[in-house]
């Protein structure tokens, strides 16, 4: 992990001198939370009133990640001006000027999010090493507009998850393997892998991650986070590495609902190099998601259960789904049998395929600085093959290898009845018919068994925690090592949505999140020790 050890010798050497000193949970005296638990709340109220800086915050997550990242390889790089611009921020902040609930508090990206800085922008490849992008992402801009700190990148599935048939969830050739919080070896999920991770650690507040069909979600559920998915076009997608302009999406990975909203609130928006984000109603006005959080979201709401799709076996995970239903129905919810029209409808791979080819392109022509001249997929193969880091062929490259062999790119009129193909089975035979016809708020799933529904139309997702598997789970191991079903391993629920309807999906989230709390009744198995007393002083 060598971009680690440009970080800061400062904050090494106060951890070294500092931690296992006094309570870690004070500082200057005052009860504080640990950085698992913390909020954005806490962290604005402790900088505003000068219990700590920003630059605190910075070092003490700096020596969180030191901690485990030999471990869990969550973290593929700092930000090696974290500290300049926290000390900036601090002196705004001391000035008088602040710039909203973000202001100071760290914040991690992942490694597929351009930054135009002295970082990295690889998804996770050598082949990118040292290419430079002409200017910040709109994600990278909104954060820093809003005030926060990034922190670093977050590691993950390399491309994406877009390159092998026979690879392993949270792998990248320039990251190494991201393992996940709450088991040894366990399965990260992916491919925001290193996101979830770092978020269930605290080794940043939060972190952002992308999502083409499962990469936000299913992060955040292996993680017992809240992950929100959001509409295609709410946020966007300038200067991210893609896969699908027509899946692709980001956001928040985070503990809470309402630290996920302040997120969502600052990244969402209209950006004129990303046409899909012309599609926000009322004129790309963003709504106030910290407005929709209510205690009491679930009452009156219509909730749909979509039985059709669901497995009968009463498994560990389905039992809990099943009982958050209850829970649902007890705190004033109406539950609606909102079965799909055809949950089997047949899907196309070409949309994917014929989006990379084209969209990988558009974004390798952006780049101002090109080291091995990647222009294109088929160069990007011949790259992985050759380049013996990427560890081809023990991790082969069949997605690519697929999409090629289709033969045309998103332009080609063959590509249209792949995309009308999924648009129907998402749309009137799915998710958004089901909705339209129960009029439902919103659908509920098991997490696992969420994302494609959605992703195919582009709609949202709020997953929150639900569950653990208990102590006596038969231990389940993959291929590569990596176990994926293990006591204390977390799942988690999803809320389905409409398009743009984040607000909606946010309300009922927050609400059965403040009933069940299902997040604090499981630990990580391996957990930071240095907290802002450490750094700050208790």
Not at 122 to 128: K, M, N, Y
Not at 288 to 300: C, I, M, Q
Not at 324 to 348: C, H, P, Q, R, Y
Not at 366 to 394: G, K, M
């Amino acid at each position: 992990m060598a971009p680690l050890r440009r970080i800061f010798i400062a904050a090494s050497s106060i951890w070294l001198a500092l931690a296992g000193v006094g309570s870690p949970l004070t500082v200057k005296g005052k009860t504080f939370p640990s950085l698992i638990d913390v909020t954005i709340d806490d962290l604005s109220s402790g900088l505003e009133s000068g219990l700590f800086t920003s630059v605190d915050l910075v070092n003490t997550y700096v020596a969180r990640i030191m901690e485990v990242n030999d471990t869990l390889h969550a973290v593929t790089e700092i930000n090696p001006d974290a500290l300049a611009i926290a000390a900036d921020l601090d002196a705004k902040r001391v000035s008088g000027k602040n710039l909203g609930p973000l202001h100071g508090i760290p914040i991690l990206i992942k490694n597929n999010i351009a930054t135009n800085d002295k970082m990295e922008n690889t998804a996770g490849s050598w082949s990118l090493l040292g290419a430079r992008v002409p200017e910040d992402s709109m994600m990278a801009k909104k954060l820093r507009q809003a005030g926060a700190i990034i922190l670093g990148k977050s590691n993950l599935s390399q491309w994406a998850n877009y390159r092998s048939s026979n690879s392993s969830n949270g792998w990248s050739a320039h990251g190494g393997q991201v393992y996940g919080a709450y088991y040894p070896r366990m399965d990260p999920s992916g491919s925001s892998s290193g996101s979830g991770v770092s978020s269930a650690l605290g080794l940043a507040l939060a972190a952002l991650g992308t999502e083409t069909s499962g990469s936000i979600v299913s992060p955040s559920e292996k993680g017992n986070l809240v992950g929100i998915k959001p509409t295609v076009g709410l946020t966007s997608r300038h200067l991210v590495i893609p896969i699908s302009e027509h899946q692709d999406t980001v956001g928040p990975i985070a503990r809470t609902v309402k630290d996920a909203a302040y997120i969502l609130q600052a990244i969402a928006g209209y950006d004129p190099k990303d046409n899909y984000t012309k599609a926000i109603p009322h004129c790309g006005k963003i709504p106030n998601y910290l407005a929709a959080l209510d205690k009491d979201g679930l009452k009156g709401a219509r909730i749909g259960v979509p039985y059709n799709i669901l497995p009968i076996s009463n498994t560990t995970e389905m039992a809990a789904y099943y009982d958050a239903v209850e829970v649902m129905k007890a705190a004033g919810a109406t539950i609606v049998a909102a079965n799909f029209l055809n949950g089997s409808a047949s899907t196309s791979s070409v949309v994917l395929q014929a989006d990379f080819v084209s969209n990988l392109a558009s974004y390798l022509a952006e780049l101002t600085y090109n080291p091995n001249n990647i222009q294109s997929l088929a160069n990007l193969q011949a790259f992985t093959h050759s380049f013996a880091l990427e560890e081809y062929p023990d991790r082969d490259t069949a997605t690519w290898d697929s999409a090629l062999a289709l033969g045309y790119n998103n332009t080609d009129g063959r590509f249209w009845a792949g995309l009308q193909q999924n648009y129907y089975a998402g749309g009137e035979a799915g998710l958004l018919g089901a909705i339209e016809r129960n009029r439902v708020d919103a659908i509920v799933l098991p997490t696992s068994r969420a994302a494609g529904r959605a992703a195919i139309v582009g709609a949202p997702i709020v997953t929150v925690p639900l569950g653990f598997y208990p102590n006596d789970t038969t231990v389940v191991t993959t291929s590569r090592g990596l176990i994926t079903t293990a006591p204390n391993v977390p799942f988690g629920l999803s809320f389905l949505g409409g398009k743009f309807t984040e607000a909606t999906l946010i309300k009922l989230a927050y609400a059965f999140e403040q009933k069940t709390m299902v997040r604090n009744r499981v630990q990580p198995f391996l957990v930071p020790t240095t907290e802002l007393g450490d750094i700050a002083g208790f």
